[in-house]
């Protein structure tokens, strides 16, 4: 009998508008808004959004830096070998932004035994060790040495060279931009390597900076002909050389 009655009356199935009272309103919808701090963020930064597998590795490594393992170089070999190309420059870079430069360097080594590195990242390199709060400097000739070696080096790289050059400048390191010099030559810059006029111009700014102006008025006379608007008078611009 109810469910006859319930068939014989649909009106229970509409929707009742909502009718004011004298203590409020009665039931009806309710617009929630969904926001907040959170979603005012900006998008992702390109490049930081690290994969699982270089987060362990990161805790790995500096778990191990910090127990002193005496096996601590087969630890690290075994943790580096198993990332791919992608998740190893991350986990390099992201040691850098952490300031743990020593374990960089190891990671920057199979980095490069690997895969190869080019001018621009040894440059992030150079810049990371002078900007760590212990005495690196060893460390970073060590790094510049590498490049005597390195066969796979690019010298064309212009915007990478200079930023490397800036770096050593700005590390007050004069033998390796000495070095950077001689392995320039070495490679056939300005003879084989059409040379970047942005390049020569740093590299005379920082000679000068470093006292060795004979050098700075030999490559000016090298590249005068080459780079026939390249000015012999140029003054320092601090900004070319941080």
Not at 49 to 57: C, D, G, P, R, Y
Not at 135 to 158: A, F, K, Y
Request: hydrophobic share 40%.
């Amino acid at each position: 009998m109810a469910a006859s009655s319930f068939l014989q009356n649909p009106t229970f199935l509409k929707p009742q508008s909502c009718q004011p009272t004298s203590t409020g309103w009665g039931w009806g919808w309710v617009r929630v808004r969904c926001g907040g701090p959170r979603s005012q963020r900006g998008p992702l930064v390109k490049g930081r959004i690290l994969s699982i597998e270089a987060i362990q590795a990161i805790q790995t490594l500096k778990r191990v830096q910090r127990s002193k393992h005496r096996n601590m170089s087969s630890l690290v070999s075994k943790t580096l070998s198993r990332l791919i190309k992608s998740d190893l420059l991350a986990t390099l870079r992201e040691l850098l932004r952490q300031r743990q430069c020593s374990i960089a360097l190891r990671v920057f080594s199979t980095l490069r035994s690997e895969y190869g590195a080019d001018l621009s990242l040894y440059a992030e390199m150079a810049q990371a060790l002078t900007a760590t709060d212990g005495d690196m400097s060893e460390q970073l000739e060590g790094l510049i040495l590498e490049l005597q070696h390195g066969n796979q080096i690019q010298w064309d790289d212009h915007k990478g060279l200079a930023s490397l050059i800036k770096a050593l400048v700005a590390a007050r390191s004069k033998q390796s931009t000495l070095m950077i010099y001689a392995f320039m030559n070495d490679n056939g810059y300005g003879s084989v390597i059409h040379p970047d006029h942005y390049v020569v111009h740093v590299l005379v700014n920082a000679l000068n900076c470093f006292g060795e102006h004979h050098l700075a008025d030999q490559l000016h006379h090298q590249y005068k002909i080459t780079l026939p608007n390249f000015s012999t008078h140029q003054p320092i611009i601090s900004s070319d050389l941080n």
